[in-house]
């Protein structure tokens, strides 16, 4: 897989072709021609630069070892970092990060136990020891896996199977402490997964994955930012699609491969995509390049659809940077201004999210008040008509009680009156 490095006002671009392992610079100057740096009859390897912009290389040559190549005092040194001379640990599917050490992550057969494991191999350009550590168990030597470093943690993000079940999980190596000390699940499947995408910014954490059933291959896409959001499919086909991931100007971008390069957006932060459209720059020979060394926090990931033709072109960034990441492009002012003012539709978008929220809030209190004051209007009308009954009651009352009284009133009378006539 091809490398590429923004150096100088430069892209440094390593590749590979036949057994040549070279380096060429872009924009070319002149005739401008590659410089072949090894010959080696496997394609594995992988290229970091140092906070000096020296490159590293990391390849298998054609003994079966792996070999560093790094650049030091103007020239460039070897080094045996694995002797493999019979081939024995069957190394492959290399990737390389570097943070004032290099870590080094590749796919082996434990001869002993006869499973493919995950290596983890830090070590330094000094002549002090490393040993590499066998994190666990995969599939195959061709297992999916992507690693990035945010923060000073390094980031892993891989399949395992426990209980013929595929768990997608997020592993932390704290790189101060020099220890693996936290992973999480995101996701349990019993299809598996066939590819993966990874990209880490200051707002969260977003994942891309591919998964086959049966005859169909499905991306999903699921973010990180309290917790994991419910995945999204994005897009199926019968066809091998291994999306890439990538965020820029706070744009959500996917890209995959379907017999043309596809591509969707999210200007929501993942909750929700456009439509699937066919990229504008469309090449049969674009294949994954790895990009590494740009400086502007704009941009996040490292994984995209590439090809060359003159210079190199990456699927979506080429066609929407507006910042000289890639030095060659022309500049699109038109794009820039959407853009640069991308933020506004988000703000507004979150406007409007907040103002729906309030609104069905208010509305929610709204009904509330509603049903209370028809609970107290209900009361009010039975007690007023309790309050008819009892004055109704009481009039009855006053009427009897007038009546008792005059009785009482006609009963004195008459006693007084027959008093009265006894003493006559």
């Known amino acids: 897989m091809p490398y590429l490095f923004s150096i100088k006002n430069q892209i440094l671009l390593v590749n590979k072709t036949s057994d040549n392992l070279y380096l060429r ?3 070319s100057h002149h005739n401008q021609r590659m410089s072949v740096m090894v010959k080696s009859i496997f394609n594995d390897y992988t290229a970091q630069l140092d906070e000096l912009e020296h490159l590293h290389i990391i390849y298998k040559s054609s003994a079966n070892n792996l070999v560093h190549l790094f650049e030091d005092n103007n020239k460039f040194t070897k080094k045996v970092i694995l002797d493999d001379y019979n081939n024995s640990y069957q190394v492959t599917n290399l990737r390389y990060l570097y943070d004032k050490k290099h870590y080094l992550f590749y796919c082996a057969v434990n001869p002993y136990e006869g499973t493919s494991d995950l290596i983890f191999h830090p070590f330094t350009n000094s002549d002090e020891e490393s040993s590499p550590q066998s994190l666990f168990t995969l599939t195959h030597l061709n297992a999916p896996y992507e690693c990035t470093i945010h923060n000073g943690i390094l980031y892993l993000l891989s399949t395992i199977v426990v209980d013929q079940e595929h768990q997608i999980n997020l592993y932390q190596y704290h790189i101060k402490n020099e220890q693996w000390d936290h992973f999480e699940t995101i996701r349990v499947l019993k299809d598996p997964v066939t590819s993966l995408s ?4 200051q707002h969260g954490y977003h994942v891309a994955y591919e998964v086959k059933s049966g005859e169909d291959h499905t991306i999903y896409y699921t973010k990180k930012i309290n917790d994991w959001s419910k995945p999204q ?3 199926s086909s019968r066809k091998d ?3 890439v991931l990538f965020l820029y100007n706070d744009l959500i971008w996917l890209n995959w491969r379907d017999n043309t390069l596809m591509n969707c957006m999210s200007a929501d932060y993942g909750y929700s995509f456009t439509e699937p459209l066919p990229c504008s720059v469309q090449n049969k020979s674009a294949i994954h390049y790895y ?15 590439g090809f060359i033709d003159r210079e190199p072109y990456l699927s979506v960034l080429s ?7 890639l030095p060659y492009q022309d500049k699109n002012n038109e794009v820039k201004s959407i853009v640069d003012n991308i933020h506004l539709l988000r703000k507004n978008y979150k406007q409007v999210e907040a103002l729906q929220k309030e609104n069905s809030e208010l509305k929610e209190v709204q009904n509330t008040i509603k049903n209370q004051y028809n609970e107290l209007a209900g009361m009010a009308k039975k007690l007023q008509e309790e309050g008819k009954k009892w004055k109704s009651k009481y009039l009855r009352s006053d009427m009897e009680l007038k009546k008792v009284r005059g009785r009482i009133s006609n009963m004195k009378s008459n006693l007084y009156q027959k008093k009265e006539d006894d003493m006559l």
Request: aromatic share 26%; charged share 10%; glycine share 6%.
């Open 198 to 201: 990874l990209c880490i910014n």
């Open 241 to 243: 699609l291994f999306p």
């Open 25 to 27: 610079y872009y924009p």
């Open 233 to 235: 499919s994005i897009y």
């Open 319 to 325: 066609q929407v940077d507006t910042e000289g990441i």
């Open 291 to 305: 990009f590494y060394h740009y400086t502007t926090p704009s941009l996040s990931g490292h994984k995209f659809y």
